[in-house]
Each structure stands twice: as C-alpha cells, then as structure tokens.
C-alpha cells in the first residue's frame, strides 16, 4: 500500500465501507442533468403571474423570455 492511499483512507469514516460496492452501477453515459434553477421570490411570484395571465406554462414562458434574451445578445455581439 503506498503511503498516499494510506492518507486518504483516514479521511473516510470506519463505518462506511465500499468492499463489496460495484463501480458504476449507475453510471449511464449521455444521460442528460438538468439543473434546478432558482429564482429571487419576486421574480418568480412576477413570472408566474405573467404566465397564468397569458395561459401557458411556467417553464414555456421562461425558457421564451431567456432565448429572447440569448437572441438579444447574440445580435449585439
């Protein structure tokens, strides 16, 4: 055993043991993450009555104002 694997096993707790764990049991190659996004309160509370007024989805009405926006960036570049 090499003296840099002996250091990074004292960081691991003695109660957790991976010797019979199987290394990327649940790894899936491609699969895609989306990432929560959080919003200021008002913001949100803002967004979300736009779209009940509007009569779409949350989600629709945001993703439209942010390609609008990437739209608007792009053509100022």
Do not use: C, W
Request: aromatic share 6%.
């Amino acid at each position: 055993m090499s003296q840099a694997t002996s250091t990074h096993d004292d960081d691991m707790p003695a109660e957790i043991d991976f010797s019979t764990g199987t290394r990327g049991k649940f790894f899936h190659p491609g699969t895609k993450l989306n990432l929560p996004v959080y919003l200021d309160d008002q913001v949100q509370s803002r967004l979300a009555a736009l779209a009940n007024a509007k009569g779409v989805d949350f989600s629709v009405l945001v993703n439209d104002l942010l390609k609008k926006d990437i739209e608007l960036i792009e053509m100022a570049r």
